[in-house]
């Protein structure tokens, strides 16, 4: 039987929490996703702002869209996400003045393309019923293009204002019904020139993934997820901030089929250790159907 076990995610900067991105399946699959994602906290907010006491809550509608197949006879795959926020939030500046508001619009674009160079060939649907995956080799790359709701004189925004690149490695081992999987990545920014009338820039963040999962005969399944990310200092015309980000997050995710080709998946994380802004926890629910 073919599992497709896609996650749609919320993307928030470098803090991806991503099961199965490497998975093996068969190639010329299809698979749209529908999601749903509450964060409550600091969110969606450069660290090097000068503010305090900043609290979001905040709204995503995710559509996302995942095509296989086969290259040089290496299973590939390419992934277009776009998210649609709406959130309400408050804060303090540096003079003690408290500040509320609200934005709603179109995120940031992602899209990824990764291709598993080993242990993943590019099967048929047929060939793939009878293959048993050990362990995989992946890389991908990911781009955010910069289609998301942006205002120059504003301090928090949905849309970043620029381009950004992560390319990515990841390792996927499978022992009978569990499977265990790391990534290690870094994401590349180009400036964002209209900040407040200034240039922004930011140093490569980094960002390391672990996952663990255990699938059951009936295709559900659970796992634990955590992500280590750490750099992505910014500079405001030419001079530093203190804004680098070290923060670890933890959650889990609950996978269920509910029809043929269809499934639903709920995922939690919260930050484990915070040094710098980006405080928050995130609740994700997410529709998947899958056809060929």
């Not at 896609?6 to 698979?31: C, G, H, M, T």
């Not at 702002?49 to 809550?57: A, V």
């Amino acid at each position: 039987m073919i599992v497709m076990s896609f996650l749609l995610s919320i993307p928030i900067f470098s803090q991806d929490l991503e099961p199965r991105v490497y998975a093996n399946v068969a190639k010329d699959l299809n698979v749209v996703a529908l999601g749903y994602g509450f964060m409550d906290g600091n969110v969606l907010t450069d660290p090097s702002l000068p503010i305090k006491d900043f609290t979001i809550e905040s709204h995503n509608l995710v559509a996302s869209y995942i095509r296989t197949f086969g290259l040089a006879d290496k299973l590939a795959r390419v992934q277009v996400t776009l998210p649609y926020t709406f959130m309400d939030g408050s804060l303090t500046a540096d003079n003690g003045s408290v500040l509320a508001g609200s934005r709603h619009g179109f995120g940031d674009t992602k899209v990824r393309f990764g291709i598993n160079l080993l242990g993943s060939p590019a099967l048929e649907k047929k060939e793939f019923k009878n293959f048993e995956q050990k362990t995989i080799l992946g890389v991908s790359f990911v781009t955010s293009i910069p289609t998301g709701n942006y205002y120059g004189d504003k301090k928090i925004n949905i849309g970043t204002n620029r381009w950004a690149f992560k390319p990515e490695i990841g390792v996927s081992k499978r022992f009978a019904h569990f499977y265990a999987e790391a990534y290690g990545g870094i994401w590349l920014y180009t400036n964002n020139n209209d900040y407040l009338g200034k240039k922004l820039e930011q140093k490569p963040t980094y960002s390391l993934q672990a996952h663990a999962s255990y699938y059951f005969k009936n295709n559900m399944w659970i796992g634990f997820n955590t992500n280590w990310f750490f750099g992505g200092e910014t500079i405001t015309d030419g001079v530093a901030d203190d804004s680098q980000i070290d923060n670890w997050r933890v959650g889990g995710t609950f996978s269920t089929p509910v029809a043929k080709g269809q499934s639903i998946k709920l995922q939690y994380h919260v930050g484990a250790y915070t040094n710098n802004g980006l405080n928050y926890y995130a609740l994700t629910l997410s529709y998947q159907y899958s056809f060929f």
